[in-house]
């Protein structure tokens, strides 16, 4: 049965920092670029990062550049989101997405992901 399951969200501090796991299983990791995406209340889904299926590609949009990293550690079937400076703005639902490539590329249009966990709660707040 295939699944993906985040976890590591939680309460923390303007300021702080966190690490979203994502652990996929019934399928074929390798085969499948990952992609986090966020949806706030009252807000559409947004992409926030994605890797390829090797790891060699990744994807952020501005709105987190340089505040957020993707990594993957295919011996663990798991991807990783560490998400540094965090803001109120941040706060959202994170879910984390696969989407089979046949290229060494990702993108972050949600439409195109084919499986989705159901996602983990970051809210950032004093």
């Known amino acids: 049965q295939l699944q993906l399951v985040e976890s590591g969200g939680g309460l923390v501090q303007p300021g702080g920092s966190l690490r979203l796991s994502c652990a996929a299983s019934g399928f074929t990791f390798t085969n499948y670029a990952i992609g986090w995406f966020r949806q706030a209340p009252g807000k559409e889904r947004e992409g926030v990062a994605c890797?390829?299926?090797?790891?060699?590609?990744?994807t952020y949009p501005e709105s987190v550049r340089g505040r957020v990293f993707i990594s993957r550690e295919s011996t663990k079937n798991t991807v990783y989101l560490q998400l540094n400076s965090l803001q109120p703005e941040d706060t959202a639902v994170y879910y984390c997405?696969?989407?089979?490539?046949?290229?060494?590329?990702?993108?972050?249009?949600?439409?195109?992901?084919?499986?989705w966990g159901r996602g983990t709660q970051v809210t950032v707040s004093t």
């Open positions: 890797i390829s299926k090797s790891g060699g590609t990744t």
């Open positions: 997405a696969a989407e089979r490539r046949l290229s060494d590329l990702c993108q972050l249009n949600p439409d195109r992901y084919d499986y």
